[in-house]
């Protein structure tokens, strides 16, 4: 089983819609869980932290499932700028030592006018 | 306030020469991470560095790839008798306090 794992995709989604995404990770011990957009051949942006309780900013909720061992991104109204590749990034994975970070390959979303 | 700043954004470089990659954390970051991303695959853990101590170095290939962080001055990745298999994206990261990383634009390496 891979450390963290997303579904590449990609999701074609219309302007406006809600669309959601869903990471899963192996390590239980993990501590911090993240993340992050990439536009092509640029680098990370980090998106947002995930908290245990949940958190919100804006337009964008990130939530944690520690039992089940997955977190989650869901977009509201989205817009053609959301068109991007998600990241889910981990720390405290084994493949990223224990203060890196281990990614998932991400999510590729388009977002269609 | 500049972000993470790595130079440079493209490298050249022919099978055996050496490549050197540079890292300037945003200001105020002492924590600073290198990671590579190869075509079509997913961004890879190399090695954490704070001022002058490498802290983790598990995700680093045992030969020829090595790394520091000096007092004074840049982070530098630098590879030794470069291969093809090395051409990728090289981003550094930085954090204030070890928990948010913050990418800097990566440096291009081309093996020719």
């Known amino acids: 089983r891979k450390e963290v794992e997303q579904d590449p995709g990609p999701f074609n989604v219309p302007e406006g819609a809600t669309v959601a995404f869903n990471c899963t990770y192996s390590n239980s011990a993990s501590q911090s869980f993240f993340w992050y957009r990439q536009d092509c051949r640029k680098e990370p942006k980090l998106l947002m932290s995930?908290?245990?309780s949940g958190n919100e900013d804006g337009r964008f909720t990130a939530q944690l499932n520690r039992a089940s061992q997955y977190i989650s991104l869901l977009i509201r109204d989205s817009k053609l700028s959301d068109s991007a590749t998600y990241l889910c990034a981990v720390k405290g994975g084994s493949g990223g030592g224990a203060d890196g970070l281990t990614f998932g390959k991400g999510t590729h979303l388009i977002i269609q006018p | 306030n500049a972000g993470v700043m790595q130079n440079p954004r493209h490298l050249v470089r022919r099978r055996g020469q050496e490549a050197r990659l540079r890292c300037s954390p945003m200001?105020?970051?002492?924590?600073v991470y290198w990671y590579r991303q190869l075509p079509e695959e997913g961004l890879k853990f190399m090695v954490y560095?704070?001022?002058?101590?490498?802290?983790?170095e598990s995700g680093m290939p045992k030969e020829r790839f090595s790394a520091e962080f000096p007092k004074e001055g840049p982070s530098i990745l630098r590879i030794q008798q470069v291969v093809r298999g090395d051409s990728a994206a090289y981003f550094c990261a930085s954090s204030p306090y070890g928990r948010e990383q913050y990418f800097g634009p990566g440096t291009r390496l081309t093996v020719t």
């Open positions: 995930v908290y245990s």
């Open positions: 200001k105020g970051h002492s924590h």
């Open positions: 560095l704070q001022k002058e101590n490498i802290i983790d």
